[in-house]
T-cell receptor
Framework: GIQVEQSPPDLILQEGANSTLRCNFS?????LQWFHQNPWGQLINLFY???GTKQNGRLSATTVATERYSLLYISSSQTTDSGVYFC???????????FGEGTQLTVNP | DAGITQSPRHKVTETGTPVTLRCHQT?????MYWYRQDPGHGLRLIHY???????DKGEVSDGYSVSRSKTEDFLLTLESATSSQTSVYFC????????????FGSGTRLTVV
């Protein structure tokens, strides 16, 4: 099946800093989503982005499908951005979402 | 969470007992999924359904069964719970393939003692 690798596995920032999270995937995809899992365990859908660039406030994402990677940018980070960020992809051959292992982000005040 | 509800939210059960988790949706989406989340493994697919009475296995299906008798309900059953099935279970829904995105429920924390 399709492989998803996220980097870095852990990231510690001071409030106000910017960061870039990366997601590499091993095959063509129909769907790519970025999720934020908050400290209460809820999975919040950030972006549906199989290709192109999207922005939502301080967050933006870019997927280069031909090169099989996606980037999530967080600008002016806040303590509430802390949590785990997951990249998940749906390959072209099967209707299921495969997750990476996530990036644990800690934003300190 | 966009019309998807999991029950119960928390459960503690004893080894060897049967357990059923329920996922209910109000979105009339065709596809429903059960994932488990464990430290160091991210989320892994257990089973999924692509229609009423149509189900298939995911990557970690051993020890689990599912049923979908109505579009809105997808049940996950642990026939005889084991400690290795202690986990957080998430249900998800999507419409169509390729999907326009998956939506997840709030999760069920299951502890098997």
């Amino acid at each position: 099946g399709i492989q998803v690798e996220q980097s870095p596995p852990d990231l510690i920032l001071q409030e106000g800093a910017n960061s870039t999270l990366r997601c590499n995937f091993s095959d063509s995809v129909n769907n790519l989503q970025w999720f934020h899992q908050n400290p209460w365990g809820q999975l919040i859908n950030l972006f549906y982005i199989p290709s192109g660039t999207k922005q939502n406030g301080r967050l933006s994402a870019t997927t280069v499908a031909t090169e099989r990677y996606s980037l999530l940018y967080i600008s002016s980070s806040q303590t509430t951005d802390s949590g785990v960020y997951f990249c998940a992809v749906e390959g072209t051959s099967g209707s299921r979402l495969t997750f990476g292992e996530g990036t644990q982000l800690t934003v300190n005040p | 969470d966009a019309g998807i509800t999991q029950s119960p939210r928390h459960k503690v059960t004893e080894t060897g007992t049967p357990v059923t988790l329920r996922c209910h949706q109000t979105e009339n989406h065709r596809y429903m999924y059960w994932y488990r989340q464990d430290p160091g493994h991210g989320l892994r697919l257990i089973h999924y359904s692509y229609g009423v009475k149509d189900t298939d296995k995911g990557e970690v299906s051993d020890g689990y069964s599912v049923s979908r008798s109505k579009t809105e309900d997808f049940l996950l059953t642990l026939e005889s719970a084991t400690s290795s099935q202690t986990s957080v279970y998430f249900c998800a829904i999507s419409e169509g393939f390729p999907s326009l995105g998956y939506t997840f429920g709030s999760g069920t924390r299951l502890t098997v003692v």
